[in-house]
């Protein structure tokens, strides 16, 4: 069974404060994603991975890194978090090879006050 | 540039009815096209995609080429299709072919 796990289910957090936010893949992944998910603007990409070391912005890659070590880890770090960073976040991977399934983890609602 | 519309935020249909989610796209080259959906409480995952033209949970979509259209049909409605539904697109001939575009969603409400 295919398992995408994030470290947190909630976070709050503090304006100004550094935050990471963990992604772990047992599926032996290249591609890895980090998605905020806003009502009413469905998902974005923040920044995607398709390999270890490698990175590339995705649409609103604005306030955030990210950072890929090993290839089952994906983390995304808010350097100092705004309330506007407030939202839901959603790690997801896909094997290489083209378009498929990606799978997604249970997600992080983060909170900044 | 790739771009998916979903039109209906909130679709409300009565158990039985039939079930016609909308998604448009726009892509200059050759599109993939999924259907991703939410159960409450539950992580976003695959319900179907155009390659596959197969029908899961009585839901199926056809891809339109010519109307850039890849609408999501169930003939008749049930309890259980209550979720989030998301529209995604992958440009199969760009680089980072397993980068997918999300609409904003639509979701779906069926009552009794």
């Known amino acids: 069974d295919v398992k995408v796990t994030q470290s947190s289910r909630y976070l709050v957090k503090r304006t100004g404060e550094k935050v990471f936010l963990e992604c772990v893949q047992d599926m032996d992944h290249e591609n890895m994603f980090w998605y905020r998910q806003d009502p009413g603007l469905g998902l974005r990409l923040i920044y995607f991975?398709?390999?270890?070391?490698?990175?590339e912005k995705g649409d609103i890659p604005e306030g955030y890194s990210v950072s890929r070590e090993k290839k089952e880890r994906f983390s995304l770090i808010l350097e100092s978090a705004s309330t506007n960073q407030t939202s839901m976040y959603l790690c997801a991977s896909i094997g290489a090879g083209g378009p498929n399934e990606q799978f997604f983890g249970p997600g992080t609602r983060l909170t900044v006050l | 540039a790739q771009r998916v519309t979903q039109p209906e935020k909130l679709l409300s249909v009565f158990k039985g009815a039939p079930v016609e989610l909308k998604c448009n796209y726009s892509y200059s080259g050759s599109p993939e096209l999924f259907w991703y959906v939410q159960y409450s409480r539950q992580r976003l995952q695959l319900l179907l995609r155009?390659?596959s033209r197969e029908s899961i949970k009585g839901f199926t979509a056809d891809l339109n080429k010519g109307e850039t259209s890849f609408h999501l049909k169930k003939p008749f409605a049930q309890e259980e299709d209550s979720a989030m539904y998301y529209c995604?697109?992958?440009?199969?001939?760009?680089?980072?072919?397993?980068?997918?575009?999300f609409g904003t969603g639509t979701r779906l409400q069926v009552t009794l």
């Open positions: 155009h390659i």
């Open positions: 991975s398709y390999d270890v070391k490698m990175k």
């Open positions: 995604a697109l992958s440009g199969r001939d760009t680089g980072t072919a397993s980068k997918l575009t």
